[in-house]
């Protein structure tokens, strides 16, 4: 705290110790200058009124009786009144009426006085009535203003007006450290909270901050009335470390934690539903370019959920195999890294819904709760909560359909069943809109631009100030929540996922590995019959083993004190079981033996066809697949050929609907799959 030097005043006779000595000029004339100071701001009017009054004398001799000063003096107090009338169209209606009133006087006195003398008739009486009183009514109305100085009125006037939004009052602030909240009173009939969300890019270069720094929460009771928030500083740069499980042991319904907003709060996000909240469970879209941080979003967020007591987990990353989920496999339930395996995992998810719902139905749940997992009153073993999480499923619906996720969307939330969707961009050629809307809530992490934030965010979020586009690639980690149990207030809210490191990852998989649940018998029946052996033989992988506690050395993960430690001095190649298991990265590599050259791959020219022509090839296609011997194909089998006529998956995905629909082809079990219906012959 900064300390003032501390100064000997002029009036304190140093000679005399102990005696403070006054001077009676200059303690009056201290009295004056207070007195003078505080009345300045209350002059101007009784300045005008005396200057109206003085001015009227040297009038009357120049125009005494003069009929043309007559005719000038009136019109000049007619435009007088009527350009202050419109000056002050911009102000408020009071202040517009005293003010054309004031003048209207004034002039009127003016001109009297300047024809007729001052003295003449009521003219002083007037003047002595009528001067004092309207000084003071502007001087009343100056006391009773908020702000007596005004300045800081017509500052934030000015810069309201000046980005668009003239009129608009701040009826109050609230200012905390790095955030400030301004209450916002819009004129009504003449502009709306949407108004002020397009006024953001310029009020944000007006105040000198990005874009994203505002944000904008309306009224839901009052239209005409919006709360301004901003956020000067980027608080979230530096990065949080997982501060480890915020609910150890506990259920899937407690709130999952994974990040902290701009404003320090934490960011959770909940799974199941609740009742008694009134909130349903949540499917979750994930989206963010390459380089976004997406992936570190998942990973905390599943870090987080393999320490819950009550909840099991399928998860499928067909794209980067264990590149991503490799840590936390020997956590998951079901881990499906290959398009064979996806498959079968959504045709399981499938199957599951009507069989956990049969269940919940007959112990009388109507959603899942946690009394769900525990042992039921007849004994019967309890059904834990399922999250089917999938990883970079552009790969996944490429394979398969854009519509693979949508049947699960529209009915898994009833069967305690969450479905997760991670994608870098989840536009209509990568998603069928069906899907995204079954889907609910959304993690958008950085995208490439606004358009790509359309497709995740809800326009409420947007029009708030809402720009992961701001972002790209350059802040991973950051996100937008827009989810089930999250507040609209929120929903603009920058905020950033934990930094959980692989060593956090391992000592949760270890750690809470006998209180995660197992696969329970209803939805395992339910798997086992649909997919089989893809299921009863999918691939469990062990836990990986710790070094021994030897006092700290061998710890990877202190729960009590992060952040996390590693012992940097072990050999790795002590890890070795034998000379062939370490592989010395300093060694020289061996000499280059042959070079083998790969020819370009030939590209057969596209050309463009009409809709109708399309339609026909992808008849005629058929018609070679059922000649070919085939029995059972789907849009992939097409796509080869129709990329060259410049056909789309979406439009491929839409014929073999249709041909569903005509019934030349028709469903079966496996996901993406049409069997071949042949042709009825026509009867002659």
Known sequence: MRRHQYQTPAHFDAGQPGYLHLDPNQHMGGVSEYLLHRAKPYLPPWIVAAGTGILSLPANYMWNESAAAAVGLTLASLGLTAATWWAGKPTSHQRRLHSAITVAASTSWFTAAALAGPAAGPLPSLYLIGAPALAATWNIRQLLRVNPEGAGESADKGLLEKVGLAKTLVTSAKVQPNKAEFELQLPGGELTPDDVSKALPKLAGALRVAKNALRTTPDPDDSSRTTLTVVPNDLLKAGVPYPGPSHPGGSIA?????????????????????????????????????????SELGITTLDEVITRRDVIIWASDPAKAEQTLGPLLPALDWAALTVDDTKAM????????????????????????????????????????????????????????????????????????????????????????????????????????????????????????????????????????????????????????????????????????????????????????AVGPAFTQRTRYPLPALPAEDGDDGEIYDQENAPMRYDYDRDPADDADDEDGWIDPDAELPPVEQVVEIAPPEIPPRTRVGKAEAKKIMTELLADFEAEGRTVVGPIDFMEFCDRFHRGRGWVSGQVAEMVGTGRLRETDEVGRYEIVPLQPVAA
């Open 254 to 294: 407690d709130p999952i934690h994974v990040g902290i907003y701009e404003d320090g709060a934490d960011m959770a996000m909940f799974f199941p539903g609740d009742p008694d909240a009134h909130r349903n469970a949540m499917h979750l879209l994930v989206m963010g370019m390459t380089g976004s941080g997406k």
């Open 346 to 529: 959504i045709t399981a998810l499938r199957a599951a819904i009507p069989a956990r719902t049969s269940w919940l139905a007959k112990y009388g749940y109507k959603q899942w709760v946690p009394e769900c997992a525990e042992i039921q009153a007849d004994g019967s073993p309890g059904m834990p909560y399922l999250i089917g999480w999938f990883e970079e499923a552009a790969k996944t619906v490429r394979e398969t359909d854009d519509d693979v996720f949508t049947g699960i969307g529209q009915e898994a939330r009833s069967a305690g069943i969450s479905l997760v969707v991670s994608m870098q961009r989840a536009s209509h050629t990568q998603m069928s809109t069906d899907t995204r809307a079954s889907l609910g809530s959304s993690a958008v992490c950085g995208v490439r631009d606004e358009r790509d934030a359309q497709f995740a965010l809800p326009d409420e979020a947007l029009d708030a100030g809402a720009a992961p586009h701001v972002w790209k690639d350059k802040k991973p980690g950051y996100l937008y929540l827009v989810a089930n149990g999250i507040p609209e207030t929120f929903w603009a809210t920058p905020g950033r996922a934990y930094l959980t490191p692989v060593e956090a990852i391992t000592w949760a998989v270890v750690e809470f590995a006998d209180v995660r649940a197992q696969c329970d018998p209803v939805t395992a029946k339910a798997a086992a019959n």
